[in-house]
């Protein structure tokens, strides 16, 4: 029953009817709703619901945006559309979701190309992602992070008033498929010294989690040592430090 809500509810979010049986589906979406149908007939029902959660986290965020701005909606229904890789339809897919927390925390935001977001008129939130594509035996993707802050720090608009906010689900997928535990203390450490060479007043790393049978987005923030007095006060505002105590990470392959 979730399975065709989220099916119908897609269908007229999008515009048209989702037929997930059908192999020929053009867009990622199409895709990921024959992922879950062949989850179930595999009997892979903890990777099937993680991904039934997502897409309906996405039906949320959608009508959320639609609710609060019609032309945002069009414009990421009309890029949801055009995706057809699991990478760039994931970037795109957090940077809706942030979109959808900025409505939820009633905060005020415009949407441009760089960086993404403009918040309370002067921050700026830039959204990206950190994945692993290739199998890998390493158990330290520090690098990542590191590599992420140099390349967007090539974009020109790199300064204290702006916030990287990534998707580091995979990368935390990643280790917890291998069985290394995740030192939250030691990435932000490492991220802290990666700041210490960029211009960027803080970066929040993002993952969905397991709490009891649902899922959730929480974050790691790390704050650079110049941060913008404006951009901490809204960053404590909105997106506190603390600690939060979660079961896992997500479990599935496409995480």
Do not use: W
């Amino acid at each position: 029953m979730k399975y065709i809500a989220i099916v119908s509810n897609l269908s007229y979010l999008f515009g048209y009817k989702f037929v997930p049986t059908r192999p020929d589906n053009s867009t990622f979406v199409g895709t990921l709703l024959i992922q879950i149908l062949n989850y179930n007939n595999e009997g892979d029902y903890r990777s099937r619901d993680f991904e039934l959660n997502r897409l309906a986290f996405l039906v949320q965020h959608l009508q959320s945006i639609k609710t609060f701005n019609i032309k945002l909606f069009k414009y990421y229904i009309s890029e949801l559309k055009k995706q057809d890789r699991n990478d760039s339809y994931l970037g795109l897919r957090f940077e809706l979701s942030i979109a959808s927390s900025f409505i939820e925390k009633r905060i005020n935001f415009f949407k441009q190309e760089s960086p993404d977001f403009v918040v309370n008129d002067i921050l700026g939130i830039e959204c990206s992602s950190i994945r692993i594509r290739k199998q890998s035996n390493k158990t330290n993707f520090d690098y990542k992070i590191s590599s992420l802050i140099r390349k967007k720090g090539l974009a020109g608009y790199e300064n204290n008033l702006t916030a990287l906010f990534v998707d580091f689900t995979n990368v935390l997928y990643s280790l917890m498929a291998k069985g290394v535990k995740v030192d939250t203390d030691e990435i932000r450490a490492y991220t802290k010294n990666s700041l210490g060479t960029s211009q960027f007043g803080s970066v929040l790393l993002f993952a969905l989690v397991h709490t009891k049978d649902s899922l959730e987005q929480n974050y790691i923030r790390i704050d650079n040592s110049t941060i913008n007095l404006s951009l901490k006060e809204f960053l404590d505002s909105q997106y506190p430090l603390g600690q939060h105590y979660v079961e896992g990470y997500g479990t599935s392959i496409e995480s």
